[in-house]
Structure formats: C-alpha cells, structure tokens
C-alpha cells in the first residue's frame, strides 16, 4: 500500500511538471503572437490597433526620447502616418520581424528583436527621384505583463541598428 501512495505521489509530481511546462509554453507562444501582430500593425494604417496590444500606462522610448503617455505617443504616431500619406499617397509600409529572443518569468516578459521597416514609395515620387524603397533597420526591446489572462505591452524601446 506504501508504494502504491509513492508510485501516486511521483505521478503527480510528473503531471504537473509536465503541466507547468505546457503553460509555460503557451505563455512564450502568446508573447510571440503579441510580437508579431505589433509587428503586423506596423503600416501608415494599423497604428490603432497597435496600440490595442498596450497597456495604458506603456513607456515608449524611440531616437533618445522617453514617452511615458501612451495615448500621446500613439497620436504623434498617428499624425506622422497621416502627413506620410499625404505626401506619398499609394505609399505602402511592410514591417518585417527577425530573431524574437523571448524569457518569461511569471507575469512578465522581456523580449528582444529585430525590425525592419520598408517603406515603398509611389510611382510619382520615384519618377520624381525617390528612392523606390527606404528601409529602417531596428533593434527593439519590449517588457510585457500579463493583466486579466492578456499580455499587454508595457515597455517599448527601439534603437537604431547599424547596417553593414
């Protein structure tokens, strides 16, 4: 009758490693979901809902400034994106992601990337002597929690990457 309650113990035990892991699994797969949709929301129209994947209280800090109101950051973002398009109406903006390195630990993660902004001009604007394609190569580090079940971005901070 021992063994049986140690051989019941040690099962446990091994179901809820096995339980714990499985979570923790999902957990990097939700962070890398979030990743990847700001990444996908990263076009002259997808600000919006970019900053559904924010928390109210997210610190942004892009070219040395510290932008600690989310809604305020997220309307310069706007207004830029609106001047964009009207100077280069039919421009197009494709944001690439590489190398998401992700630790969780809880109900916080931090995350590190690489993103890739591609801006492609209109026909106009390369006859007139633009570029057809400019590119903003970036290295970005991210702080997410987890609130109410949703990882939320928390923490945002991008720095110019050297191109070799």
Request: without cysteine; hydrophobic residues 40%; charged residues 20%.
């Amino acid at each position: 009758m021992k063994n049986i309650s140690n051989i019941s113990k040690l099962l446990i035990l091994i179901f809820s490693l096995f339980s714990l892991s499985s979570l923790y699994a999902d957990d990097m797969d939700d962070v890398e979901a979030v990743i990847n949709m700001y990444i996908d929301f990263e076009t002259y129209d997808g600000i919006d809902d970019q900053a559904e994947l924010m928390a109210s209280d997210r610190t942004y800090i892009v070219n040395g400034v510290t932008y600690s109101n989310n809604d305020r950051s997220m309307e310069l973002q706007n207004a830029s994106n609106r001047v964009s398009k009207r100077a280069f109406p039919g421009a197009v903006r494709i944001t690439t992601v590489e190398d998401i390195k992700i630790r969780i630990n809880g109900d916080a993660a931090i995350a590190s990337f690489y993103r890739v902004i591609n801006n492609i001009n209109n026909a106009d604007s390369v006859k007139a002597g633009a570029t057809v394609m400019n590119s903003l190569y970036q290295t970005v580090s991210m702080a997410l929690f987890k609130r109410d079940g949703d990882w939320k971005i928390v923490h945002t901070h991008i720095s110019p990457t050297i191109n070799n």
